[in-house]
């Protein structure tokens, strides 16, 4: 008989595969405040365990990304800001220089979330040796470009004619590198051939998009809210930053589009808050604008919008997640509330 796994050994069993990611870090070589990891396998191995540990604790689908990031989030922060390599100096991986704010910003797509999902989505280790392939720049394996494929290639949810257009894909991805004798660059045309190949599966609303400016404002206001290192002022920082205003009509929005049962959908289409909620909003986070405009544009596409819930990083318990945090940082007395809740979950559970 197999042995049975414990969480315990296998949370330690990830810590170290996170550990070894952080081993194979290298400073880049664009001449931009960011690292590299050239070793693809570790990225696999991480998902594997993250695949198994889901599995482990019963994880429903729509809540997966939440409990990876209570549970690993912090201690893949603390490996990647202590740096430490085996075998070379210390590199610190975890804060990088935002090329348009000129600030430094913590990661919000996190390697716990992208070998989860490079895993759940390419599904066998075949898969992933065609995607490493198809991911090569000049320096090796670029993590970036294994992303940018994971819709198109995705074994789990695959795209329409997916077959096809994959093929078509690899030849004529393997023909342009055989007459330029070099990688494709990402930007140029690594790019530009996933969308001529792609354009006809593509949907209108950017999935990728939404997920990425989740995430990302996520790992913002969890920065103002956290137990330890948050504030009232930084919360009134931050609330000011994206304006008042724009935060409740972004959690409004967020409460519409996360709503599951279209009956109950519709009667909230019709609550007369939601009637005054405009196609954008003013803000000084572009972010902010950029999700907003993307959650609105699902307003009125159910079909859409129903794809959207689906996705790991913009489920319905990741939107009110989001839209709970919101409030916690906009409101001293929701923040309490949300204090009281964590305090009740950490019981619950110790």
């Known amino acids: 008989m197999p042995e049975t796994i414990t969480e315990q050994t296998l949370t330690q069993k990830i810590t170290q595969a996170i550990q070894n990611i952080q081993d194979c870090a290298e400073k880049g070589t664009k001449g931009l405040d960011r690292q590299e990891v050239k070793n693809d396998i570790v990225f696999w191995e991480l998902g594997i365990l993250l695949k198994e540990f889901v599995e482990l604790k019963s994880i429903s689908e729509d809540k997966i990304i939440d409990e990876l990031n209570k549970n690993f989030k912090k201690i893949e922060k603390k490996i990647r800001s202590e740096g430490l390599r085996k075998g070379k100096d210390s590199l610190q991986t975890w804060k990088y220089m935002d090329q348009n704010t000129k600030k430094m910003k913590e990661q919000s797509e996190t390697w716990v979330y992208w070998s989860f999902n490079f895993v759940d989505a390419y599904q066998d280790l075949e898969r992933w040796e065609l995607i490493v392939k198809l991911a090569q720049s000049q320096e090796g394996f670029n993590r970036k470009r294994a992303q940018d494929l994971i819709e198109k290639f995705s074994k789990k949810d695959p795209i329409k004619n997916a077959e096809k257009l994959q093929t078509k894909f690899i030849e004529k991805f393997e023909k342009m590198q055989n007459e330029k004798k070099r990688p494709l660059r990402r930007e140029k045309e690594f790019s530009p051939l996933i969308t001529e190949i792609f354009s006809k599966s593509k949907s209108k609303i950017s999935h990728r998009k939404g997920i990425e400016f989740c995430l990302r404002i996520t790992a913002d206001v969890e920065l103002v809210i956290d137990r330890q290192d948050g504030n009232e002022e930084s919360r009134k920082e931050f609330t000011k930053h994206i304006g008042s205003k724009s935060v409740e009509s972004l959690r409004r929005l967020l409460r519409l589009i996360s709503i599951i049962d279209l009956e109950k959908y519709q009667k909230r289409l019709g609550h007369p808050e939601v009637k005054k909620l405009r196609k954008t909003i003013s803000t000084n986070d572009p972010d902010v604008k950029e999700f907003y405009h993307i959650l609105y544009s699902l307003k009125d596409d159910e079909k859409a919008r129903k794809s959207f819930l689906k996705k790991s990083g913009t489920s319905s318990h990741d939107l009110n997640m ?18 009281d809740d964590l305090k009740a979950r950490d019981e619950i559970f110790s």
């Open 322 to 339: 989001l839209n709970t945090k919101l409030g916690a940082a906009y409101s001293e007395e929701k923040y309490q509330d949300y204090l």
